[in-house]
């Protein structure tokens, strides 16, 4: 059983190693002794391997190890092509990477895929959802160099099988820089619809890791992929590809691609908003990430105008997470940002009173509206006001009273 992302010295090792609990465990209960009777029976491993997974779930880790180590080795008796293996490789896999003993938890990890390959075939949904698993991994608990081939291999299999669900008429949908993404309409079987999006899902995942790691290359080829899958299968008008756009968004942005960015958060918002009602707080999320790259742009009029618009969300009733507050204080915040500070004080001060309700008048959500409201009146001259405002988030975050709101502001005269 050889796995090829582990060396072959490992993969020595732990198949070694492996056969050789097994075997012991075969001598103890007898199988090469016809005397002390036959090997248990398979209830007993579903029972070691559930008791196990449930202390595990309960934190009760002192219970599940021994749970889950004789559950592998029970598991060994069924042979190393059996999926019960797998199972009872992952779940002690699993149990190690909670406790953080991740050299411990790799190797258990890697065998459940090499068993998951044997038995189920390596183009298998369940088997291209442990490789997933596996990358994941790798890349948050420091052996991302295995990380990288393992996802080269898992994007050839995914291009693969998207292709096998395509029709062939159908062109792959092609990303231009700069160039909004649109969906096509292709369908996939509808037993491929469920795996499908499931490995959709993988590669957001994944491309989001790789993202924070700075890998963009592999992360927009992850997200291209997940794209291509969700657009085969889903058609374009699906919240879901909201979700890809804003992915490719988000990669621009921390490629200091703004304009290219911004096409994409306009597609993200479109698409939601005809998906969705407005008060529903995926809008307002998506409309902010757009007003905000905008504003780096230095478009504060089209910025605004997207605030301006936002505040008849809510018009038939106040919203429920909070989102009227967070529009208003965005627009004052915006405001600010130009030094209009007679046209942001009456916004933020509304956006305070708004949050207040909504959360509460000592909710630490509460204190960035009180500091920027302070920091706007500063600039007004309404010390009072000002110090009022300050006292009251300093009484929330219960620290020392500050000589001066606007003190660490980079504009400001105390400086």
Not at 19 to 40: E, K, N, T, V, Y
Request: proline share 5%; glycine share 6%.
């Amino acid at each position: 059983m050889h796995n090829p992302y582990r060396s072959d010295i490992e993969t020595l090792w732990f198949s070694t190693s492996l056969i050789a609990i097994c075997c012991m465990s075969l001598m103890a209960r007898g199988a090469f002794l016809p005397a002390f009777g036959a090997s248990p029976p398979p209830a007993d491993w579903a029972k070691n391997l559930h008791d196990g997974t449930e202390a595990l779930d309960s934190n009760k880790y002192w219970i599940a190890e021994p749970k889950l180590k004789q559950a592998v080795i029970q598991a060994g008796t069924f042979g190393f092509e059996d999926i019960r293996l797998a199972k009872s490789l992952g779940e002690l896999g699993r149990l190690y990477t909670v406790r953080g003993r991740f050299d411990v938890a790799e190797p258990y990890l890697e065998e459940e895929l090499g068993v998951k390959q044997q038995a189920l075939g390596r183009e298998n949904a369940e088997t291209i959802k442990t490789m997933g698993a596996l990358i994941r991994f790798y890349l948050l608990n420091g052996t991302a160099q295995k990380a990288e081939p393992m996802t080269d291999d898992l994007l050839a299999l995914l291009e693969g099988k998207l292709k096998e669900a395509l029709p062939k008429s159908k062109m792959k949908v092609k990303l231009q820089q700069g160039v909004p993404l649109e969906g096509h309409a292709a369908t996939a079987a509808p037993t491929m619809r469920d795996p499908l999006i499931e490995w959709a899902i993988t590669c957001d995942e994944l491309g989001n890791l790789y993202r924070t790691q700075k890998n963009f290359a592999l992360a927009e080829r992850l997200y291209r992929e997940a794209f291509d899958i969700k657009s085969t299968v889903l058609g374009n008008e699906h919240l879901s590809l909201a979700n890809s756009y804003d992915n490719f968004g988000e990669l621009c942005l921390v490629r200091d691609q703004i304009s290219e960015a911004r096409y994409y958060f306009e597609d993200a918002l479109a698409t939601t908003e005809r998906i969705l009602p407005c008060d529903n707080p995926q809008v307002y999320g998506r409309l902010d990430k757009l007003a905000k790259c905008l504003m780096k742009l230095g478009n504060y009029k089209a910025a605004e105008q997207l605030y301006l618009r936002a505040q008849s969300f809510w018009k038939s009733e106040p919203s429920k997470n909070g989102e009227e507050a967070r529009a208003l204080f965005a627009l004052g915040c915006l405001y600010v940002e130009q030094k209009q500070y007679e046209t942001a004080a009456p916004v933020l001060q509304q956006a305070m009173e708004r949050a207040e309700r909504s959360s509460g008048p000592a909710s630490v959500t509460l204190v960035p509206y009180l500091q920027r409201y302070a920091y706007t009146l500063y600039y007004l001259d309404r010390k009072p006001e000002m110090e009022q405002l300050k006292a009251r988030a300093n009484t929330i975050l219960g620290v020392m009273p500050q000589t001066d709101v606007a003190a660490s502001h980079p504009d400001s005269p105390a400086r």
